[in-house]
């Protein structure tokens, strides 16, 4: 399978505990991104890395949460202390033409803080 | 500020009873407008992407329409496979995607 990975595909945690999650992008798509999804939204933009710059990170990305993607291929997430509010559907996605931005999506991160 | 208002949130229909879904947009320069269909506990799969005002994309029995204003997704005598979520997400010129919430689709046999 040669789409986009992500690990672990589900997550229980404590309040208060950090957790990280893995992507790994389609194998030359130098653009990846991480958004958030609540149940009966859609996904929300969290942070976005060209190769392995961050370029942008929206307001919903508190100073709990920390992404990086240090060769330029896999990226992690971190959640430092936990809170409830922290429970969605993290996902990746990754694309590799800048004109028309196309995504494709992992199968995302279920995150349940306890 | 960007937005995607998704209609109807949900539809429930009987298979081959055709319908379509609505995505009405505000968004300042449209570089692309894309069509995802969601299961549930998945992440979103790509259907089609559309450039301009006029443009149709066809996959399966389904078709994604494009006027300055909105987009439609037609589905075609649905099957009870066709049951998912399907997301509308508009593409400004920036790096993200502008998401709407989305209409469950339910297709009964």
């Known amino acids: 399978d040669t789409g986009v990975s992500q690990d672990p595909r589900h997550k229980i945690t404590k309040r208060g505990q950090n957790v990280t999650f893995r992507c790994d992008p389609i194998?030359?798509?130098?653009?990846l991104y991480w958004y958030r999804q609540t149940l009966g939204q859609g996904p929300e933009f969290l942070t976005y890395f060209q190769n392995e710059a961050q370029l942008e990170k929206s307001r919903l990305l508190s100073d709990r949460f920390s992404a990086e993607r240090p060769k330029g291929s896999f990226s992690t997430l971190e959640i430092q202390r936990t809170e409830q509010g922290d429970s969605a559907m993290y996902l990746c996605?990754?694309?590799?033409?800048?004109?028309?931005?196309?995504?494709?999506f992992g199968p995302g991160t279920r995150l349940t803080v306890l | 500020e960007d937005q995607v208002t998704q209609s109807p949130e949900a539809l429930r229909l009987q298979e081959g009873e055709s319908s379509s879904l609505n995505c009405s947009y505000t968004?300042?320069?449209?570089?692309?407008l894309f069509w995802y269909r969601q299961d549930p506990g998945k992440g979103p799969e790509f259907l089609f992407t559309l450039y301009s005002a006029g443009e149709e994309k066809e996959k399966e029995r389904l078709k994604a329409t494009l006027t300055k204003k909105e987009s439609f997704l037609h589905i075609t005598a649905p099957k009870p496979e066709d049951s998912a979520t399907y997301l509308c997400a508009v593409h400004p010129g920036d790096y993200k995607l502008s998401f709407g919430a989305g209409t469950t689709v339910t297709v009964r046999a």
């Open positions: 996605a990754s694309s590799s033409n800048p004109t028309n931005n196309e995504q494709f």
């Open positions: 968004v300042s320069g449209l570089r692309g």
């Open positions: 194998s030359e798509h130098n653009r």
